[in-house]
Antibody
Framework: EVQLVQSGAELKKPGESLKISCSGS????????IIWVRQMPGKGPEWMGI????????RYNPSFEGQVIISADKSIGTAYLQWSSLKASDTAIYYC??????????????WGQGTPVTVAS | DIQMTQSPSFLSASLGDRVTITCRAS??????LNWYQQKPGKAPKLLIY???RLESGVPSRFSGSESGTDFTLTISSLQADDFATYYC?????????FGQGTKLEI
């Protein structure tokens, strides 16, 4: 069974750093892209960036480039999303999801449970 | 950037109703359009991929269609479990975006 399990909820102060994780199991982790998605309270999802754990090829949504770093360690089947200096506006739930793609389709078939991040002084 | 315009934002319906949600893309997507269901406190769940293909395990009352840059999700007969928020999502050239969502309420 394919599973993505994310790290737990975080409460941080503005200016602090943070790294959250997404661990995959039940499939070859290195062979499927993993996307990170932000969902702010009461809003729709927004894609932040996507990484191919096999070679760490990473693409960012221009809106998030320079604001976060996405990485992965295929040897332990885990992808990461990190911030160096959090802002209150980073308060959201963050999801990882597995990308399934062929020449005619491209979708996210398995999702993590979400990591709530709260940034408040 | 491709913009997705989803309508309506809110939809009030009753058990057994047939409902339709629409997404319009700002440019051609081919069939790179997917639909997700999200319930409060849960991750999105894939319902339809490639505009009209039903994900395994999803009830057949859900269906998707496309006409040019317009995409439609139809629920043929609403069940209690279907009250949720629905999002379209485009996957054109590895630049992704989601619609604003449709909250389906009783």
């Amino acid at each position: 069974e394919v599973q993505l399990v994310q790290s737990g909820a975080e409460l941080k102060k503005p200016g602090e750093s943070l790294k959250i994780s997404c661990s995959g199991s039940g499939y070859n982790f290195g062979s499927y892209w993993i996307i990170w998605v932000r969902q702010m309270p009461g809003k729709g999802p927004e894609w932040m960036g996507i990484i191919y754990p096999g070679d760490s090829d990473t693409r960012y949504n221009p809106s998030f480039e320079g604001q976060v770093i996405i990485s992965a360690d295929k040897s332990i089947g885990t992808a990461y999303l990190q911030w160096s200096s959090l802002k209150a506006s980073d308060t959201a739930i963050y999801y990882c999801a597995r990308r399934f793609a062929t020449k005619t389709m491209d979708y996210f078939d398995h999702w993590g449970q979400g990591t709530p991040v709260t940034v408040a002084s | 950037d491709i913009q997705m315009t989803q309508s309506p934002s809110f939809l009030s319906a009753s058990l057994g109703d047939r409902v339709t949600i629409t997404c319009r893309a700002s440019q051609s997507l081919g069939s790179y359009l997917n639909w997700y269901q999200q319930k409060p406190g849960k991750a999105p769940k894939l319902l339809i991929y490639a505009a009209s293909r039903l994900e395994s395990g999803v009830p057949s009352r859900f269906s998707g269609s496309e006409s040019g840059t317009d995409f439609t999700l139809t629920i043929s007969s609403l069940q209690a479990d279907d009250f949720a928020t629905y999002y379209c999502q485009q996957s054109h050239s590895m630049s992704y975006s989601f619609g604003q969502g449709t909250k389906l309420e009783i």
